[in-house]
């Protein structure tokens, strides 16, 4: 059997079959999980990516991570905000996450039921404590909020930051039904709370509040010798790329790469608040983003080599920066190409603290922990999914892409292929001449189609998650 349809059956299976005990090897207690997620963040941002410097701001905190652990540069996501954040709670792809047991897929927008085990859920069951501090994007209202679906507490906002802008609009209509964003707080079991307007004076200083409440949480759990899960979705750098007044104009490159030195910052004072509590050894971090830059032509991220950006089928909205550090467990200065996806954090992270994956439901993440750890040569997965919204656009394989929809980048128009577009993205990486040497290697049809086949064969057996 094709090792491509192998990998996508384990992964569906995976949930039916496996759980983990134990904490990871060399470790003397489960290990603290910190988690950074950026918003609309671009591949090529970051100083060990080819930003930094270049992007007018030194990244040396988050650069660490990459130095002291594991750099993947062929790590994927989802194209757009919400379906990413929901296969990275799930190890579930979005569609997955979003399908009925009768009629069509829930909306793109819609988030998770209350019925998916979260990741938080998974490391509480196995005895961690857990904090979120930071955007959600999941989903509002009874039980759907972070504290319903796993979180011990919760500090941040409920969607997303371009609402930030409507309390400053000259248009706004307050009688339009919409209501204002205000931050929220949530303790697990009570009904949270909302306080500040979201608008742009607080979009400025979310971040430093999410690092000091994160900090706070570390340092708690810290002291109480209990493991701790902090996941920090900082809303940055999501529009509006609004600095910090401790930042602003500090670099004197623009609003862009002073948010990008105030992260920097922020990452480094989790980092140091690791090292100073004398839990950074016994501690995974992750960096890492939801999808590629913003699609809008004011915005100002940087894809990198890659082409588009978030909402696309292309390399610039799925690969982002993802570094992971574990002292003694992941060796250092580690870099790969090979294809690892966001939904591979659940099963990987199940296993690096002895949490049990839930059997009820079809999985498509693959545990990755011995490929981190140089156990194994290479990634537990060699293919995947493309989808925008519920439309599913393609698959990679390898070096190689198939896209059977592509999409206008300016009108984004979906275009429906008359025969699909094959991409070497070794030879090609800019993804500029579809078939290129294609005729020279018509062979990676074979993969590529039962990528896509096995995939669809999944969902057809799939029974849907449950209305609320």
Known sequence: MNKSLVNTLTGVCLGLCCTFAGAAPGSAAKPNIVLLLMDNFGYGEVGVYGGGVLRGAPTPNIDSIAHQGFQLTNFNVEAECTPSRAALMTGRYGIRTRLRAEGEPRGIWYGITPWEVTLAEM?????????????????????????DQGFDEWYGIPNSSDQAFWPDSDSFQADAGVELTRVMTAKRGETPKKHELYGRAKRATIDREITDRAIDFIEREAKAGKPFFAYLPYTQTHEPVDAHPDFKGKTGNGSFADVLAQTDAYVGDVLATLEKLGVAENTIVIFSAD??????????????????????????????????????????????????????????????????????????????????????????????????????????????????KEIDEDSYAIMNMAYPSYYNLIVDPKEEEPEKFYLDDTWVDGPLWETVEAHQASLEKDAGTPDP
């Open 291 to 404: 999808n590629g830059r913003e699609g809008i032509k004011r915005s100002f991220g940087f894809t990198g080599p890659w082409r588009g950006t978030m909402f696309s089928p292309y390399e610039g909205s799925l690969r982002v920066p993802f570094l992971i550090r574990y002292p003694g467990v992941i060796p250092a200065g580690q870099v790969s190409n090979d294809i690892v996806h966001i939904i591979d954090v659940f099963p990987t992270l199940a296993n690096f603290a002895g949490g049990e994956l839930p059997d009820d439901r079809m999985l498509d993440g693959v545990d990755q922990s011995d490929f981190f750890k140089g156990s194994a040569p290479k990634s537990a997965r060699e293919s995947m999914v493309i989808y925008i919204g519920n439309e599913l656009f393609g698959a990679k394989w390898r070096n190689w892409k198939m896209l059977i």
């Open 123 to 147: 490391l509480s069951d196995a005895g961690y404590s857990t904090g979120m501090f930071g955007k959600w994007h999941l989903g509002t209202g009874k039980n759907r909020y972070p504290t």
